[in-house]
């Protein structure tokens, strides 16, 4: 019985490498919509087969990344279209700033009007205390100096403009 478990492991292991590929079947429509399957293609597609082969690791050769074929049909004409933008972006702060605005101005610490409270976290971190009154919320952070910074929110929690007088 130890012999036949012998020649069974031995027959696996000197298998022919041919045994590590797979045939697989492309597959394209009408529409030029390419799917790759191990079952084969539905009548309306049009049906090649591809060899897979997965060569095992360190075996020495290297292996050619697959090469697309060239469509036998005629190429389509594209007509050259312009980029139409349907919708643009809020950000519940009224679009007071564009995004790189927004970018520059975290990045350098400055707090702007139309910012959101996590951009003001983004730029200047927890604050060190939050205050409410009325609905509006206050951000207060604390220097090393002993300076303040105060950031007040509207309802919608943006940065206020400062008052015109």
């Known amino acids: 019985m130890r012999g036949l478990h012998y020649a069974a492991c031995c027959a696996i292991l000197l298998c022919p490498l041919s045994t590590l590929g797979s045939t697989v079947y492309r597959c394209e429509d009408t529409k030029g919509h390419v799917t790759f399957t191990r079952q084969g293609c539905p009548d309306s597609h049009q049906q090649s087969l591809q060899q897979a082969y997965n060569p095992t690791p360190g075996s020495g050769k290297p292996v050619p990344l697959a090469k697309p074929q060239k469509s036998s049909r005629s190429s389509k004409k594209v007509d050259k279209q312009e980029l139409t933008v349907v919708g643009v972006k809020q950000d ?12 520059a101005a975290i990045i350098k610490q400055q707090i702007r009007t ?16 939050v205050s409410e009154h009325n609905g509006q919320t206050r951000y207060i952070y604390q220097g090393k100096k002993g300076n303040k910074r ?16």
């Not at 105060?150 to 007088?165: I, L, Y």
């Open 92 to 103: 519940d702060c009224g679009n007071q700033l564009s995004s790189s605005e927004r970018r």
């Open 114 to 129: 139309g910012m959101s409270r996590a951009d003001v976290e983004s730029s200047l971190g927890r604050p060190d205390k």
């Open 150 to 165: 105060n950031v007040s929110f509207d309802e919608a929690g943006c940065v206020k403009g400062k008052a015109k007088r």
